[in-house]
Every structure is written in C-alpha cells, then in structure tokens.
C-alpha cells in the first residue's frame, strides 16, 4: 500500500456537501462540484429539483444533452415522456421530486452529436452522496429508480432491473424503493407497437407507485 501525501483533488462529492445541507445549499454547493472528472466535459451541474415535501423521490441516469444545456433535470424527450406518464398513473407533478444518480452530462462525440455515454461504477460512487443528501432533506416515502444505473446507485450493488422492477424494497439508502425502466429505453424501441406495449408497462408501474403513496405507513 502506498501512502501518498494529502492530494488536492476531491476524490468525492463528500468534499463538497455544505455543513447544514438545506435543498437550496446543496444545489448551490453542487454547482461547483469536482468530485469527478465528469464536471469537465459537462456545461453546468444539473441538480435535483422539486418540492421539499415531496413524497416521491424519482432517480434517472444522468442528464441528458438537453439537460447539460439547461441545466434542470428531465426536460427533453425523456422528461416529457416521463410527464405524461405521471399524469396517466395520477401521479401529482407537484409532489415529485426528479434527481439522477450523477449530476454532470457524460457524453463522446459522434460527429456533431454529443452521444450519452453510461457513468461507471467510480463515477457513480462518487456522486452518490449528493443523492444521499438529497434523500435526507426530502425524506420521500417512495424513491424510484428509472432504468438500471438508477437502480445499482440506488440500492448500492449489481442488480438485475428484471429482478427488482415493479416491487418494493428497503436498500441502504432508503426504506421503500421501486424500480422500473428508463423512459428512454421505451423512446429507443424501433417499433411503434413495442414502444405503446412498454409506454404502457410503465404507466403501470408508476400506478403501483400511486397507491403506494396513498396507502402508505412508513415501517422503520
Ligand atoms: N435522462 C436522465 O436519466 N435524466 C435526465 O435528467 C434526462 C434524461
Ligand atoms: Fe461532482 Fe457528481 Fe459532477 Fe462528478 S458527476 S463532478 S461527483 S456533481
């Protein structure tokens, strides 16, 4: 093992979460954030946004193109997909919260395009206690993760998304948390008829959600 003097580069968000981690600190400290190499190549850090009280706490990826540029969560086609479907499983906008596993747009060059490219494993870590103190201001009582790297951020190890969607589980992180696909998996279907028949998988998912929320008694 080889000792090294104190570096001067974060090695986490750790480095930068604000002492008295309010919803408006952490966004502000995050903006800053170089706990990971990804902060480089990205315009600006895409926090999380939504109510404090909100009672469901949804995790995507990382942001997308559109999301780098604007600098919220979930505003290009995935988000809208996502909108509608809240809207169709009753789920109120106003009481959800949208976040992602990592904060900073991951992306290669294809010709003029910038390609989403997946956060690793390191990039992932690195970030997730910004996800954390997001969970402990908000304190959900549903946190769902869209699509896998959600979902293996989330519950803090390799999971099969074929083995945990569409039911509850209690993870390290938090106490009742669901897994379903991204919504830009369903956009990526080729077909129309494939992209309807998962559009309306996920619709049932969240509707699973929903009654969660309403019947609802937090175990500790
Ligand atoms: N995909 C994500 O995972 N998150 C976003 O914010 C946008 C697209
Ligand atoms: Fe910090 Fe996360 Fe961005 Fe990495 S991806 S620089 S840990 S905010």
Not at 54 to 72: L, S, T, W
Not at 106 to 120: I, M, V
Request: glycine content about 8%; hydrophobic content about 35%; charged content about 30%.
């Amino acid at each position: 093992m080889s000792r090294e003097k104190s570096k001067p580069e974060a090695k986490s968000a750790a480095d930068f979460i604000p002492p008295d981690p309010t919803l408006p600190r952490l966004t502000e400290a995050a903006a800053s954030c170089t706990g990971c190499n990804l902060y480089k190549q990205a315009t600006q850090t895409v926090f999380g946004e939504g109510p404090r009280k909100a009672k469901v706490f949804f995790v995507g990826e990382q942001p997308g193109d559109q999301e780098d540029r604007a600098g919220h969560p979930f505003v290009g086609p995935a988000g809208s997909l996502l909108n509608k479907a809240l809207i169709e499983a009753g789920i109120a906008r106003g009481e959800t919260y949208v976040t992602n596993a990592v904060k900073h747009f991951k992306w290669e060059p294809q010709g003029k395009r910038r390609k989403h490219k997946k956060p690793n494993a390191a990039e992932l870590a690195a970030c997730k206690p910004w996800l954390q103190a997001e969970l402990n201001a908000i304190r959900p009582k549903v946190v769902v993760c869209l699509g896998l790297t959600a979902a293996q951020s989330v519950f803090g190890r390799a999971v099969r998304l074929g083995d945990v969607r569409g039911t509850f589980h209690k993870t390290s992180l938090a106490d009742d948390v669901f897994a379903t696909v991204h919504p830009s998996s369903i956009l990526r279907h080729p077909e129309k008829e494939q992209r309807d028949e998962e559009y309306r998988k996920f619709v049932s998912d969240l509707r699973l959600v929903r009654e969660r929320l309403s019947s609802h008694h937090p175990e500790g």
